[in-house]
């Protein structure tokens, strides 16, 4: 089944813990990005990645760090989790950066408590 | 500064009806314009963009680069049309190259 997918689907832990969030995709895309959507649904991108090199770093708090062991991965790893991170996390792939289709991942539901 | 802008935070609608879903966009330049959908429990997916200009599950959105606008439209809505509907622009290369600059989102409802 090719596509993009993102574990775990569920995340609740406790503030200023450390977690992260893994993504990966089977699509040969040789860039792949981090959208957070907060609790209005409003979506924002984090980070980009192409080729595993950082091409987009958002205004994002450095507690949050993307790694992209390889093309086909992209993970977040997340520092002393705060209140407001709680939110949605997609990941998404595309082929090229230039107004090209993204392809996204079903999201990373993070609940801090 | 590259803006995307969906006025209508909610749209209802009944079955059968025509549906217009608004979107204008700040950005000096000709930007991609596409159209996302998030269907419930699903996985945000593109719905059409405006080079294809084809017509996906009824819906068709014209770019309108005197307006600015490029609002999707369908003459009959459905009961599954009923999701999250993101407008989104992609600046033409350069500068924050691959970004997808979303609206804040409109969710259509279709009532029976």
């Known amino acids: 089944d090719t596509a993009v997918s993102q574990t775990p689907k569920y995340l609740v832990t406790q503030m200023g813990n450390d977690k992260s969030i893994k993504c990966e995709q089977n699509l040969g895309h040789d860039t792949m990005y981090w959208y957070k959507q907060d609790s209005k649904k409003f979506l924002k991108i984090m980070f980009s990645y192409n080729n595993k090199e950082l091409i987009i770093n958002e205004t994002v708090p450095n507690r949050f760090s993307p790694k992209s062991p390889d093309k086909a991965h992209l993970n977040l790893h997340i520092n002393s989790l705060e209140l407001g991170d709680s939110a949605v996390y997609f990941c998404?792939?595309?082929?090229?950066?230039?107004?090209?289709?993204?392809?996204f991942g079903p999201g990373t539901r993070l609940t801090v408590l | 500064a590259q803006r995307v802008t969906q006025p209508e935070k909610l749209l209802s609608v009944f079955k059968g009806a025509p549906v217009e879903l608004k979107c204008n966009y700040s950005?000096?330049?000709?930007?991609?314009l596409f159209w996302y959908v998030q269907y419930s429990r699903q996985r945000l997916q593109l719905l059409l963009r405006?080079?294809s200009r084809e017509s996906i599950k009824g819906f068709t959105a014209d770019l309108n680069k005197g307006e600015t606008s490029f609002h999707l439209k369908k003459p009959f809505a459905q009961e599954e049309d009923s999701a999250m509907y993101y407008c989104?622009?992609?600046?033409?290369?350069?500068?924050?190259?691959?970004?997808?600059?979303f609206g804040k989102g409109t969710k259509l409802s279709v009532k029976p």
């Open positions: 405006h080079i």
């Open positions: 998404a792939s595309s082929h090229g950066t230039v107004n090209i289709e993204q392809f």
């Open positions: 989104a622009l992609s600046p033409p290369g350069g500068g924050s190259q691959g970004n997808l600059i």
């Open positions: 950005y000096s330049g000709s930007p991609e």
